[in-house]
């Protein structure tokens, strides 16, 4: 089995996995942004989007891959 940090599809410094509701159920959608601000900007946004309509979003984990943590 891979590691988590192995299937993180992209290049940017930090990554957030965001489960929302679905009609069926959950699904998944991402932040990322290369700064701290850029992706803190992605996250609001983001979120919003989801809670707009009314899908109940949620962080589930945050990865800052310069270090390979997890927060």
Known sequence: MKDDLDIVN???RYHAEIQYETEHGFGFTNAKGNTLKG???DLQWTLNKYIKNS???KVVEIIDMKYFQKK
Do not use: N, Q, T
């Open 10 to 12: 992209h290049d940017f």
């Open 39 to 41: 992706f803190l900007e």
């Open 55 to 57: 899908r109940d979003p």
